[in-house]
């Protein structure tokens, strides 16, 4: 089986301040992590995604993500926000061919990123 | 362009009317999935296929019902709207990438009244 738990449903930086979104997962066998993140009246925008290449991974919009596996998390950070980056931001975790949940995601409760001037 | 669309955007009908949420998918991906999310809150899983005349239900219940006659094309259909159905429905899609990384439509919003 695997979970997903996303550490606070709001968070709220100030433009240019560092933004730090906190996931931790659960997984019976080697997971796969991704970070969506959902726009208003939008669907999922893939934003990452580690796929056990390499633990520090890079995405779109200066986003990036640390895979611990001693702490069963996959941080996203930002170095500076942006007012542009005010949406809500899902973690989620799939199995390899090896779980029992092959080829599902199963998404965290989302995190709400508001911006402030 | 490959791309993942649903129609309508934005749907409001009364009780007891049959809908069909569309969706289809250029990617040619084999893997398809539905989505329910309420305002603020996470997706639950409420359908998915594998590929043609393959169809599963979610972890969430639902009353609604999908078929897969086609790849690319997965529709979802509500035989007798209730105002518990109003939500937003998203549509996914994977392909043989191994990641399973899910790409997604952009959201059906229904509601009934």
């Known amino acids: 089986a695997q979970s997903v738990t996303q550490l606070g449903s709001h968070v709220s930086v100030s433009e240019g301040a560092l933004v730090l979104l906190r996931c931790n997962y659960s997984s019976s066998v080697p997971p796969y992590l991704f970070w969506y993140v959902q726009y208003p009246n939008q669907g999922l925008q893939l934003l990452l995604k580690?796929?056990?290449?390499?633990?520090l991974v890079k995405g779109i919009n200066g986003f990036e993500a640390e895979f611990k596996k001693s702490e069963t998390s996959f941080h996203l950070t930002k170095p500076s926000a942006h007012m542009s980056d005010a949406a809500e931001y899902f973690c989620?975790?799939?199995?390899?061919?090896?779980?029992?949940?092959?080829?599902?995601?199963?998404f965290g409760q989302g995190t709400i990123l508001t911006v402030h001037p | 362009e490959a791309d993942i669309y649903q129609t309508p955007r934005y749907l409001v009908i009364g009780t007891g009317k049959k809908i069909t949420l569309e969706c289809s998918q250029t990617?040619?991906?084999?893997?398809m999935y539905w989505y329910q999310q309420d305002p603020g809150m996470e997706l639950h899983l409420i359908h998915y296929s594998y590929g043609v005349n393959s169809t599963e239900k979610g972890d969430l219940s639902s009353e609604s019902t999908v078929s897969r006659i086609r790849t690319e094309h997965f529709p979802l259909t509500l035989e007798s709207a209730r105002p518990s159905h109003t939500s937003q429905y998203l549509c996914?899609?994977?392909?043989?990438?191994?990641?399973?990384?899910?790409?997604f439509g952009p959201g059906t919003r229904l509601t009934v009244l």
């Open positions: 990617m040619g991906h084999d893997k």
């Open positions: 989620a975790v799939s199995e390899n061919a090896g779980g029992t949940s092959y080829g599902k995601l199963t």
């Open positions: 996914a899609s994977s392909g043989t990438s191994g990641y399973n990384e899910q790409f």
């Open positions: 580690y796929t056990s290449a390499a633990t």
